[in-house]
């Protein structure tokens, strides 16, 4: 009589495929396999590794008196390893970044994450997304909880934006009621501006917003003093 183990292993791992006759040693027996289409034959040896996903079936014959056992059966399982990625964001000095591990399938619980942030970042711990102040470079490997199959790293970037600041005099020189006032707003290139003036008292016209780096407007007092 004769057995063949089964088992399991990650893609990229091999996998050994044992027959165990029932009684003598290993080597009182010659051994036939039949294996998977496109996995070459391993000869007359009692155990070898794999890395293709199948059955596996060996008859083996006693050495002395030529007696022949029954079919044994194994199977050899080749889990899929987990992907994942991480996304980049860039967001404005000041705020929180949010960094995310999405795996390719399954649900965010169906994994243990391991990270490796910036040196100046506190490690987030077993979690699949948290946020961050730091910018640079995250990066992650998840194991799948039931095979225990482990990813490829896979990156993501950090990077936080200077927030702009205005270059242009924030005091405009006092002129005459239903005199023209005009303002430009400046500041680092790329900038867009939005501006609001508040309602005064006997300032006409009332308070107004709008957009563009140019302001225009003519006030008019409507009161009795200066």
Not at 36 to 58: E, H
């Amino acid at each position: 009589t004769v057995t063949v183990n089964s088992s399991t292993v990650c893609a990229g791992a091999s996998a050994t495929v044992t027959a165990t006759p029932g009684s003598g040693a290993a080597s009182d027996y010659t051994y036939a396999w039949t294996v998977p289409s496109g996995v070459t034959a391993p000869g007359s040896i009692s155990t070898f590794t794999t890395t293709t996903a199948g059955t596996y079936s060996v008859i083996i014959t006693s050495k002395v008196g030529s007696c022949v056992s029954s079919i044994a059966i194994g199977h050899v399982t080749v889990n899929a390893l987990p992907t994942v990625t991480v996304n980049n964001a860039t967001v404005c000095a000041g705020t929180t970044a949010t960094v995310t591990a999405t795996p390719g399938s399954g649900l965010a619980s169906d994994y243990t994450y391991t990270w490796t942030v910036p040196g100046a970042a506190p490690a987030p711990g077993n979690v699949s997304t948290f946020t961050t102040t730091t910018a640079g470079t995250y990066s992650v490997v998840i194991r799948n909880k039931v095979t225990n199959c482990v990813s490829t790293s896979s990156s993501g970037t950090v990077s936080f934006n200077a927030n702009p600041s205005l270059t242009s005099s924030l005091t405009i020189t006092p002129k005459c009621s239903n005199a023209p006032i005009n303002y430009t707003a400046t500041s680092s290139a790329g900038t867009t501006f939005t501006w609001t003036r508040a309602t005064v008292v006997g300032i006409s016209p009332t308070g107004v917003s709008g957009s563009g780096a140019a302001i225009a407007e003519t006030l008019i007092n409507t009161t009795l003093e200066p």
